[in-house]
Antibody, heavy 121, light 111 residues
């Protein structure tokens, strides 16, 4: 059974750095073709892909947020960590991690429940 | 304004059929990048419904089907059930933007 779960702070102040951890089970991030991605959804808005870390150490980022994002994986702990710098109230959103299948058009097979992160002073 | 355009809402009565469109361009759907579809009931984890344009993951009812033509893709739902009421998102890749993209989402209301 594949599960993913997001953890981290639910409230951050503007200009702070957000660190989110995705802890997963049921698959290995050493397996060919797999990755873990981060996706967010601001209240009342659409989903937005942020970043993905693949089995082969290839990391990809949303071009619009690339300068603020870092994604890392710890295969031994079955965790993927996303950091986002210089948080702003517009970054208030539900943040999801998901199992990504590598392809020319990658897709997200299983998702975590998500966690709401609020940016406010 | 999303690069992948979906109607904001669709509706249908139980037992009826609905289709949700996803219109892109020559740098995403039209460039032969696969389209994927997700069902999202607010407060729960989004669920993969269709991958690679037409394929259903195990456990997804065959009431859900996907198609693609040119720069557009569609999700069809037949035999509507109350439990189908959710938000639906298409997703693909854009070579010009070099990013994965989601559509703006479509809210399905089962009347």
């Amino acid at each position: 059974q594949i599960t993913l779960k997001e953890s981290g702070p639910t409230l951050v102040k503007p200009t702070q750095t957000l660190t989110l951890t995705c802890t997963f089970s049921g698959f290995s991030l050493s397996s060919n073709g797999l990755g873990v991605a981060w996706i967010r959804q601001p209240p009342g808005q659409a989903l937005e892909w942020l970043a993905v870390s693949y089995w082969d150490d290839d990391n990809r980022y949303s071009p619009s947020l690339k300068s603020r994002l870092t994604i890392t994986k710890d295969t031994s702990k079955d965790q993927v960590v996303l950091t986002m710098t210089n948080m702003d109230p517009v970054d208030t959103a539900t943040y999801y991690c998901a199992l990504a299948l590598a392809a020319s058009s990658p897709y997200f097979d299983f998702w975590g429940q998500g966690m709401l992160v609020t940016v406010s002073s | 304004q999303s690069v992948l355009t979906q109607p904001p809402s669709v509706s249908g009565a139980p037992g009826q059929s609905v289709t949700i469109s996803c219109t892109g361009s020559s740098s995403n759907i039209g460039a032969a990048y696969h389209v994927h579809w997700y069902q999202h009931i607010p407060g729960t984890a989004p669920k993969l419904l269709i991958y690679a344009n037409t394929h259903r993951p195990s456990g997804v009812p065959d009431r859900f089907s996907g198609s693609k033509s040119g720069t557009s893709a569609s999700l069809a739902i037949t035999g509507l059930q109350a439990e189908d009421e959710a938000d639906y998102y298409c997703q693909s890749f854009d070579s010009s933007l070099s990013t994965m993209l989601f559509g703006g989402g479509t809210k399905l209301t089962v009347l």
